[in-house]
Nanobody, 121 residues
Framework: VQLQASGGGLVQAGGSLRLSCAAS????????MGWFRQAPGKERAFVAA????????YYVESVKGRFTISRDNARNTLYLQMNSLEPEDTAVYYC???????????????WGQGTQVTVSS
């Protein structure tokens, strides 16, 4: 599965962005999906995950109530709606595909190339 992330950019604190992750194949619907982020000098960290059918979602505590993960299996696309952005959200955001709905980086077999999100104060 090839994944292409997009939608990043520069936004002021309090603003919103919507990230997208387009998959190259209809096999997308068979995978759980997740978003991770990596800030400069830090490890790649879990942000949100969603089951193959969208019925289960997980979020890291710091984004609960601000970010929403969703998917459109008919369009082979994953989304991350990010509201009330904070400077601490600045990172490269990666989408990944996994066989199970997971918060664990090592469960993800396929990754997109990353999209930069920068939040200014």
């Amino acid at each position: 599965v090839q994944l292409q992330a997009s939608g990043g950019g520069l936004v002021q604190a309090g603003g919103s962005l919507r990230l997208s992750c387009a998959a190259s194949t209809r096999a997308f619907r068979n995978y759980a999906m997740g978003w991770f982020r990596q800030a400069p000098g830090k490890e790649r960290a879990f942000v949100a995950a969603i089951a193959w059918n969208g019925d289960v979602t997980y979020y890291v505590e710091s984004v609960k109530g601000r970010f929403t993960i969703s998917r459109d299996n008919a369009r082979n696309t994953l989304y991350l709606q990010m509201n009330s952005l904070e400077p601490e959200d600045t990172a490269v955001y990666y989408c990944g595909a996994a066989g199970i709905t997971s918060t664990n980086l090592y469960d993800y077999a396929y990754w997109g190339q990353g999209t930069q999100v920068t939040v200014s104060s």
